[in-house]
């Protein structure tokens, strides 16, 4: 397997958590954000939204991280990211939605970079627009937490979950957009229990060779 992504896309980090929680090997293929490498010709041919990640394997190329996550949970189902129970796994699955269809998408580069180049949002703009929507998106999972009273240390249960691996990118992202993550003391340790574990150790940003140099 070959996957295009860079260190700090929150879709990437989502990848990452899910090959290393399934003990998958992959060869890392970077794409720099910054310097507009997924605008080039070459990778517009492999994804043509521009976008990361992609997924290579054979002759396949896989995009969109939930299809990419969904294959995998199908294809290599051990260990699964998703319980047995539909009950369950619909629960599981709202839970990793909060994140991946309501706070990721609206703040992530492409909308960022609109905001700045198109609508003249400053840098103090951009940090209200991104607080305001995980903030949102928080204290809803904060709340679906709080309710759950035979949840584990993660998110769903007593073992990692799909939600884990969306929540703890997003977790990252609300850091580096400076979100008071002081309300949200059941994401928090969710957070510090998942990155006790190597897999998610592995996959964090500042670990990935592209991520040598920055801040």
């Known amino acids: 397997m070959q996957l295009y992504n860079f260190f700090r896309s929150g879709t990437s980090h989502r990848l990452r958590i899910a090959l290393e929680l399934k003990g998958l090997s992959y060869d890392y293929v970077a794409v720099d954000l910054r310097r507009e490498q997924h605008l080039g010709a070459d990778y517009r041919a492999r994804h043509p939204q521009a976008m990361v990640p992609a997924l290579v394997e054979g002759e396949q190329t896989l995009i ?127 957070d510090q229990a998942c990155n006790a574990l190597p897999a998610f150790q592995r996959a964090a940003p500042a670990l990935q060779p592209d991520a040598a140099g920055t801040n």
């Open 64 to 190: 969109q991280s939930p299809a990419i996550l969904e294959w995998l949970e199908e294809r290599y189902p051990t260990p699964p990211l998703l319980p047995a129970d539909p009950d369950a796994r619909a629960r599981v699955r709202a839970l990793a939605a909060i994140v991946g269809c309501d706070i990721h998408p609206v703040n992530n580069r492409r909308i960022l970079q609109y905001l700045r180049q198109h609508m003249g949002c400053d840098e103090a703009g951009i940090l209200r627009w991104c607080q305001q929507w995980i903030g949102d998106g928080f204290a809803a999972l904060e709340t679906l937490l709080a309710q759950d009273g035979q949840r584990g240390p993660f998110c769903f249960g007593g073992q990692v979950s799909l939600a884990d691996v969306y929540l703890i990118p997003q977790v990252e992202s609300a850091r580096r957009f400076q979100v008071d993550l002081g309300p949200y003391p059941h994401i928090v340790a969710i």
